[in-house]
């Protein structure tokens, strides 16, 4: 609690000069989220362009597609999972000259899930964006989640959320930024069962200034995620940045958050520098960067590395590539010593054929990263079991100028030198009904490992009414499973649901939603979830 306090000392005095590390950052809602794609809705979206990164939950999540005026498609890039409702942030740096940097990740194959809770997927259009200086714009949100069981024995838990963003760029026309992101848990039972972790959580996410020495110089103190080594996370301490027209360096001296409560923690000493360059020309972008990082636990070394990322979009093609090569490793301290060693490497490429067509491929192959000081006691367990685990993943989707689109996903996942595997398949639809309104979808998906085998469909209608000013859907999805090894059966499970939120101001929302659920002859499952959020902006 000490080092929170410390920390939120740091942010009371300079809240109302909000401003946003070399970024400026702008906070959205997760509104519709498919198999191939997660629309997110904004306030307003004059900050956006094409290929900007959105963060969750303080990591690289979402990469922007397709712009309108309030809304934006978006690909996922990271092992993250948004859901609908969910609060995202634009962590974006705002580049010396016209030619826009768009921020490119370290990105991870995700698993496919079905999301019964989504929205009507909103109509996107391409827009040309503007950068608007002293411009402050924040959001507050609080939600309930609850789950309850008439099972005495299980009984059920609440789990209070609330969030907080502000952000101010360029303020009164000056150099400087501020820019914030909170969230609060409390985690309350209704039973006598005890809990297992902590029930209340504050996570400062983000709180950080931006100075803007000269137009091509940016220095950062504070909490802050770098987007040119997002896969660092947040960042406590110092970030500097230089332009020379289209090559730029950077370096970073700080330290990793609290790997428990994510307070300060000053003995996790980290620093690094960074090069590359960002170019723009018509309808070609590169953009590749190069770093170094060495990260401490109690002043010994846990973990030194090189990180590569690099993205390029040339007409209707876009690839991103990104890898780590670690330099140090401890296995035991009489024979600690430096290495060359490829950690991991991912590649993807997409290509959208025309106005329907988009097909997606990546690949991905990982070794277990290991900090050595943060798990000494477990470096035996963790070399015996090192294993690469290598995937692909391959994607096709159809979207009709009628109002209907189809696709299909295969993602296949092997860890080498054991049986051990998952395979993942999906088909997924959506209409939109001409004579009632509204949109169907549907979606079916099996998932097969060396021990389990899983199969998953949905149905889903959702409707929009007065002009976009509320919103409500039903939904139904069920899941199956086959235990393959063991002859053992296992009772499906039915999940029932119903969503409504609306509109009661131009920037105030209120949601709900309510779902019932079954397995078997088990106990049934009843979830109810309460959100409101407030936004606020000031040009």
């Not at 999972?81 to 768009?102: F, M």
């Not at 997409?350 to 050595?372: K, V």
Request: one cysteine or more; proline letters at 3%; hydrophobic letters at 35%.
């Amino acid at each position: 609690m000490i080092k929170r306090f410390v920390l939120l000392l740091f942010l009371v005095p300079t809240a109302r000069f909000a401003t946003v590390a070399q970024n400026t950052s702008v906070s959205g809602e997760v509104s519709y989220v498919a198999s191939e794609n997660v629309y997110v809705r904004f306030s307003n979206t004059s900050d956006l362009t094409q290929g900007d990164t959105l963060f969750f939950g303080g990591e690289p999540c979402l990469r922007v597609m397709q712009i309108s005026s309030v809304s934006a498609v978006t690909e996922r890039i990271g092992d993250c999972d948004p859901a609908k409702g969910d609060e995202v942030i634009l962590i974006k740096k705002r580049p010396p000259e016209a030619e826009p940097a768009v921020a490119a990740l370290v990105a991870t194959s995700s698993t496919e899930v079905d999301t019964a809770a989504t929205t009507e997927e909103p109509e996107v259009e391409p827009e040309v964006k503007k950068a608007r200086p002293d411009h402050v714009d924040g959001r507050i949100s609080f939600a309930s989640y609850s789950n309850y069981t008439p099972d005495d024995n299980v009984g059920g838990y609440t789990r209070l959320v609330g969030r907080a963003y502000v952000n101010a760029d360029r303020i009164a026309g000056s150099r400087f930024s501020f820019n914030t992101y909170l969230n609060y848990q409390e985690y309350i039972r209704s039973d006598n069962n005890p809990s297992s972790g902590p029930t209340t959580l504050v996570n400062i996410y983000r709180a950080a200034i931006t100075c803007h020495a000269r137009d091509s110089l940016r220095i950062t103190p504070g909490r802050a995620i770098n987007h040119k080594a997002s896969s660092l996370g947040p960042i406590d301490g110092l970030q500097a940045e230089k332009y020379w027209g289209a090559f730029y360096a950077g370096a970073i001296v700080g330290s990793r958050p609290d790997l428990d409560d994510f307070g300060y923690d000053p003995s996790l000493f980290e620093y690094g520098v960074y090069s590359g360059f960002d170019k723009r020309k018509g309808d070609w972008w590169t953009q590749a960067t190069l770093g170094f990082l060495e990260q401490r636990n109690n002043r010994n070394v846990d973990r030194r590395h090189l990180y590569l990322q690099q993205s390029t979009s040339v007409g209707k093609w876009y690839a991103f590539a990104s890898g780590e090569v670690d330099l140090y490793e401890n296995f035991d301290t009489a024979s600690a010593a430096s290495t060359f060693k490829l950690t991991s490497i991912y590649a993807s490429l997409r290509y959208r054929f025309n106005r329907h067509w988009t097909a997606f491929a990546s690949f991905d192959s990982r070794d277990r990263i290991i900090f050595f000081e943060q798990f000494d006691t477990e470096i035996e367990r963790l070399l015996a079991e090192q294993n690469i685990r290598q995937g692909y993943r391959v994607r096709l989707n159809y979207r009709s100028s009628g109002g209907w689109s189809i696709g299909a996903v295969y993602n296949y996942r092997k860890e080498l030198n054991t049986e051990n595997y998952s395979q993942f398949v999906q088909i997924y639809g959506m209409y939109r009904l001409p004579w009632i309104g509204g949109n169907l979808s549907a979606r079916y998906g099996r998932t097969t490992s060396r021990y389990l085998s899983t199969r998953l469909w949905s149905a889903r209608y959702s409707r929009n009414f007065f002009d976009g000013k509320a919103y409500s859907a039903i939904y139904y999805r069920g899941l199956s499973y086959e235990n393959t090894s063991v002859d053992i059966q296992v009772p499906g499970q039915h999940y029932y649901g119903v969503e409504a939120n609306t509109r009661l101001a131009s920037a105030w929302r209120l949601g709900a939603l309510g779902e019932y659920s079954k397995q078997g002859n088990k106990r049934a499952f009843l979830r109810r979830s309460l959100r409101t959020k407030q936004n606020f902006t000031r040009s």
